[in-house]
């Protein structure tokens, strides 16, 4: 059943089992000026068939057939079947947010998994349970380095998502924090300039590969953050980790992200799970709720809420976070991808992305169009000149079929004319030699 009908007569013996006469009466303590006395502007109901006409016509109104080259944070990765034969159980798909100590075995397990999952991939130690997005996790990464460092400065690479970095300074407002940024040069990021903007800094944030697709010295990165004793963040892209170091593996004391490309849609834009991962040392600095193994009084293994540092459930001073979101049936999603693809599956995936971006690369600069960094090596993104503005050349591309990609100048000064173009396992050569017709003057 997709939805509830609730009649007169549901609502009257309602009223009646609390002993109230109408529903008016509910909210007698609300002012009547505060009150939402009119109708609502909507279009009268409709007849089952009516609204399931007008809901058709809505959805045709979709673009579904475009070729897609848009990346920019979120990615057109095949979600296998097995995805969501997982997430539509019941035990699953209507599970409350996983906030109580009452909460069931099979939840639990699930996001121990998924812990497990992410402290593998990235290298750290502990991971907590999702409780929000890929750009919310950076600014709680900040607090985190605030609270273990005692200071307020934070160092972000101007290659790092522009949404990430605007969340950050967002947030950096309420917790007390400045931020500082630090040019990139020619697409990456110099670690000298790095070091020297990093004295006295909470924590310094690069992305790897960062918002050009160009991958970063990530282990010089580091360690010009720890010289500073600041500790360095690293934000990643999970698919990218079958190919790429773990940040924990080159001295990164947190690894943070968009979860998306790892079994879920793009969904329009979401929503998506972040992850959050630390080295040991910080783990009662982490927001949200960590979950862990153990064994119960006969001995068998279950799992607990091992820690929650939220202010429902610790002394409010102690509180670390206050995330009342949860993204734990997306997270989920990601769990199952990522062991439906195993290492080796992860590592090919990857792979694809690489050759096949190199296939576009090679295909555009053979058509004349000038890669923007082409000295830099690239997982699956890379930014192009088009020969004519940015968005124009969206314009163009989008009456053929084929969106080209993100405007770059969007976000940067002296970008006017460039676009990011993103080559997942899902491209073909000949949608790649589509696209190429398209832009290529």
């Known amino acids: 059943m997709s939805y509830l009908s609730l009649t007169d007569e549901d609502r009257e013996q309602m ?4 002993g109230t006469a109408s529903i008016d009466e509910l909210f007698r303590d609300i002012p009547a000026a505060m009150r939402f006395s009119r109708e609502l502007n909507v279009p009268p109901a409709l007849a ?14 979709n673009i579904l057939d475009d070729v897609s080259f848009l990346g920019a944070g979120m990615y057109d990765h095949y979600v296998p079947a097995v995805v969501d034969a997982v997430l539509q159980r019941g035990e699953f798909l209507t599970a409350y947010t996983p906030y109580q100590p009452e909460l069931s075995q099979g939840i639990l397990q699930a996001i121990f998994e998924y812990q497990t999952a992410i402290c593998e991939l990235t290298g750290m130690d502990v991971s907590n349970a999702s ?64 070091r020297a903007a990093a004295t006295d800094a909470a924590a310094v944030i690069f992305q790897q590969p960062n918002f050009f697709g160009c991958l ?54 979401g929503p998506h799970y ?49 995330i009342t979101t949860n993204q734990t049936l997306l997270a989920l999603a990601g769990l199952v991808h990522l062991s439906l693809l195993g290492p080796q599956g992860l590592r090919e995936t990857g792979e694809t ?40 050349a969206v314009r163009a591309a989008r009456a053929h079929g084929v969106n080209p990609g993100y405007p ?12 990011l173009v993103a080559v997942t396992e899902r491209r073909t050569t000949e949608e790649i030699d589509r696209l190429v017709e398209v832009l290529a003057p």
Do not use: W
Not at 51 to 59: K, M, P
Not at 408 to 419: E, I, K, S, T
């Open 274 to 322: 972040g992850f959050l991962a630390a080295r040991e040392s910080l783990i009662r600095r982490l927001p949200g709720r960590i979950v862990g193994e153990t064994v119960d009084t006969a001995g068998k293994r279950g799992y607990v809420l091992t820690l929650q540092t939220r202010e429902q459930h610790i002394r409010r001073e102690k509180a670390t976070s206050n």
């Open 48 to 61: 089952e068939a009516e609204l399931t006409r007008h809901l058709e016509q809505l959805a045709a109104k």
């Open 408 to 419: 770059l100048g969007r976000d940067y000064g002296g970008m006017d004319d460039a676009l």
């Open 131 to 194: 409780g929000y997005d890929g750009t919310t996790v950076s600014a709680e990464a900040c607090f985190v380095a605030k609270a273990e460092t005692g200071r307020t400065k934070i160092v972000v690479t101007e290659a790092t998502n522009p949404q990430v970095r605007q969340v950050a300074k967002t947030y950096a407002r309420g917790f007390g924090l400045e931020v500082v940024e630090v040019p990139h040069d020619g697409g990456t990021t110099d670690p000298d300039r790095l």
């Open 353 to 392: 992305c690489m050759a096949l971006a190199q296939y576009a690369k090679d295909a555009l600069e053979a058509r004349g169009l000038e890669l923007l960094f082409p000295e830099k090596a690239t997982f699956k993104e890379f930014a192009v000149r088009a020969g004519r503005s940015g968005r124009e």
């Open 15 to 18: 009223l009646a089992a609390i």
């Open 216 to 269: 970063e010295p990530a282990p010089d990165l580091a360690a010009a953050a720890l010289e500073a004793d600041a500790l360095p963040v690293a934000h990643v892209d999970l698919i990218s980790l079958g190919v790429l170091e773990a940040p924990g593996n080159y001295g990164c004391a947190l690894a943070v992200g968009e979860g998306q490309s790892a079994g879920n849609f793009i969904s329009y834009g």
